[in-house]
């Protein structure tokens, strides 16, 4: 049965990840990447701003702001490293067609490692063949 709460989300991703890529690899290569990426996250903040009382009306900004924990902070460093180093792997010549294949194959690994380690997933023989099968992927996607 098809629901819609739980496709909405990922579909939402795939969208915004095509147009990330897209977005990152237009960065003029005469601009500083971090000026780029300052004013990405300046937008960003005016937008989730405007959403959270858009989309919160019986919501507090200072209550909510109460509950943060580490996250959001170590979530910040983290962003500003995904964006520059999509910027940088562009302009070292990365093709966007193969770049967020190789990058998804790692990660899909490393997320499986994760799982397993931090939150006590089974490591599953379909985990380990999925982990087989990116690997030998990356080895396809990349030949020439």
Request: glycine share 4%; aromatic share 14%; net charge positive.
């Amino acid at each position: 049965m098809f629901n819609l709460n739980y496709v909405w989300p990922i579909a939402l991703v795939v969208l915004s990840n095509v147009a990330y890529q897209i977005c990152a690899k237009a960065v003029p290569n005469n601009m500083a990447p971090l000026a780029s990426v300052t004013v990405t996250y300046l937008v960003s903040a005016a937008v989730s701003l405007l959403l959270f009382f858009v989309l919160n009306n019986d919501t507090n900004m200072i209550i909510e702001l109460s509950k943060i924990n580490w996250a959001p902070f170590v979530f910040g460093v983290v962003l500003v490293g995904l964006e520059v180093g999509w910027i940088y792997a562009y302009r070292a010549g990365w093709p966007i067609s193969t770049a967020q294949i190789v990058h998804s194959s790692f990660l899909a690994v490393a997320l499986i490692l994760v799982g397993v380690l931090l939150y006590k997933e089974a490591l599953t023989w379909n985990k380990l063949v999925g982990i087989v099968i990116c690997l030998i992927g990356l080895v396809f996607i990349n030949y020439k």
